[in-house]
């Protein structure tokens, strides 16, 4: 256990560090993490990724929180809490430190050639990274990977349906957590 | 400190759906309520915390934070902001670990998640399109997709590549 420990320290400050692009890309690095160890499975950190959406606070946050939890809980309840608090301080901390640094050099930061160089291109790429982290959600909602070329009839109609829904502009405003209801009653309804 | 750490915690507590819903909460508590920045420098904030690792919402604390109360500042800020995510989700993780032995649940999350890989997609057709202005940067967004999908490439080298080609490029459109 003192090992799986350390590993989540590890792993979600590196994840802290490095994960440029936001929340939505501390869910690619969770991907990555729990493939490496086989923490949890996919539709575990689905599932994390819905209640973490759906609850106050930074996605990426209670992504961490949820999945140090999870590691953790098979230990004990008193462990699950535990490891939400470990995750969620590794993650943050080393950001802290960046932000500290970058704060006491504003201007250099700002104006700095290299910088904004790097940033041309980690932009863009961390565009790549969600989208790559959205890809394995799609897959393991839709029931894609078991087989080459399968998909779960209905649930890729309710994905087609509810992105259609969801790029209509009038229906830009409704509260993303409306649309996981939507989302749940069905699953509920047709047995998903 | 006690005065930010309760500010950050109310903006932890009532923000939904991760940093770019902070933005109007940062400036009506900030801003309007405690007159501690400009809006303009919660703006900039705003913007380099998304050009810096990590969370946004803890980028954009820190900086704030800092600028009240240095390092402490800082530190307090962004602990404020995970408080109350912290204790929800702890709580949640532990009731819904009962609850996922019923049928009835895991046919729930299994719409749930239907759900949540629309909302996936639809937050990254933005994304895309906010980031994909030309060119190299479409070419860049297709590459780092299938460099992680297709050739199962880790994402910390993902991150170090594309930082060391911006600047590789930077130096060639230059020369």
Redesign the interface.
Known sequence: MIKTILLLIFEFM???????G?????I??LQ?MIARYGWISA?EL??I??????????????AA??VG??VL?PYG?GW??LG??IT?LS??S???A???L??RG?EK??SS??????????????????????????R???GMGFAPFHVDLV?LI??AA??AL??LPKLKKI???L??V???????V??? | MGELYLSFLKI????????YS?LPLLIRELVDNKHWCTEEEVLDYFS????????????SA??VG??RGK?LG??VA?LG??T???L???I???V??NLMAYP?VQ???????????????????R??K???KDAV??A??????L???VAGL???W??????????L???WKKA
């Not at chain 1, 936001?22 to 501390?26: D, P, R, T, V």
């Not at chain 2, 860049?140 to 997709?145: E, G, M, P, T």
Request: with cysteine.
């Open positions: 590196k994840t802290g560090l490095m994960a440029v936001g929340g939505m890309a501390c690619r690095f990555d539709e689905a599932n990724i819905a209640v973490a959406e759906s609850t106050p606070g930074p996605i990426g946050v209670n929180t949820y939890y999870s809980s309840a699950g809490v939400g608090v969620t993650l943050i080393p950001q802290i960046v932000i500290v970058v704060a504003l930061y700002r050639k290299l910088v904004n160089d790097a940033f041309g291109a980690l932009r863009p790429a961390a565009a790549g990274l969600v989208a790559a982290a959205g890809w394995s959600v799609v393991s909602s839709l649930p309710i994905y509810l992105v969801m790029l509260h993303p957590a649309f996981l939507a989302g749940g009653l069905l699953g509920a047709l047995q998903l | 932890g507590a009532v923000m939904f759906g991760g940093g902070m380099l915390a998304q050009c810096t690792p990590g969370v946004i919402a803890i980028n820190t900086f800092y600028k390092v800082g530190i962004s902001v995970v109350v995510p912290l929800v989700i702890t949640i993780a532990a819904l670990q009835l046919h729930i999350f299994a719409g749930v998640r239907v759900a949540v890989a629309a909302l996936m997609t639809v937050t990254i057709v994304l895309v906010k980031a994909a940067s479409w860049i967004v297709i590459a780092a997709f460099l992680l999908t880790d994402s910390v993902l991150v170090v590549m594309a930082g060391a080609f911006g600047i490029f930077g130096r």
